[in-house]
């Protein structure tokens, strides 16, 4: 089954969101693997956003995912990079879908609330970024036969 991280960032952990956004993915069906409250060091911040070394916005990031708390996770679905991503809504919160989290709760690109990964490829690098292996739990969810099909 495919796995993807997500990342609540510093704003949604300040502004008490992390319950709300947990919701949306356990209401969407989506498994909970992995789960850790934690502070990043530059280092782990520079791995994560090694991908826009360079760019205009780059400093602002790091000082921003490194300025306090996140909460980092890793959620198991079917297509779940793809629904994650939906669900978080698009990158700047002024072209993010109603109902989204970035349409929802934020305004501004530099203050976006969350990650999430973009490709199967880039999901499976990041959670060995951020997890050991021995941090990924394997667990039987009761009501998988009303979640997926075919169960
Ligand atoms: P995403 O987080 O949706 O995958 P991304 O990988 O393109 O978006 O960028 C990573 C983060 O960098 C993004 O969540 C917020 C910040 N960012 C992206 N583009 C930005 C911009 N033009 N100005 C300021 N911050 C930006
Ligand atoms: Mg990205």
């Known amino acids: 089954m495919e796995r993807t991280l997500v990342l ?3 704003d ?3 502004r008490g969101l992390i319950g709300a956004i947990i919701t949306r993915l356990e209401n969407r069906g ?3 693997i992995a789960i850790k409250f934690t502070s990043l060091d530059r280092s782990l911040a520079e791995q994560h956003y090694a991908v826009h070394q360079g760019k205009a916005f780059y400093d602002g ?3 921003y995912i490194t300025s306090s708390p996140v909460v980092a996770m890793v959620w198991e679905g079917p297509d779940v990079v793809a629904l994650v991503r939906a669900t978080m809504g698009a990158t700047h919160p002024r072209d993010a879908s109603p109902g989204s989290v970035r349409h929802d709760y934020a305004l501004q690109v530099g203050r976006n609330l969350t990650h999430a990964s973009d490709e199967t490829q880039t999901a499976a690098v990041e959670i060995k970024l951020w997890f050991s ?3 990924l739990v394997d667990w039987d969810r009761a009501n998988d036969a009303w979640i997926y099909e075919g169960e």
């Open 12 to 14: 949604a952990v300040q």
């Open 8 to 10: 609540l960032k510093p």
């Open 30 to 32: 989506l498994k909970l």
């Open 133 to 135: 292996e021995d941090e």
């Open 61 to 63: 990031l790091i000082a």
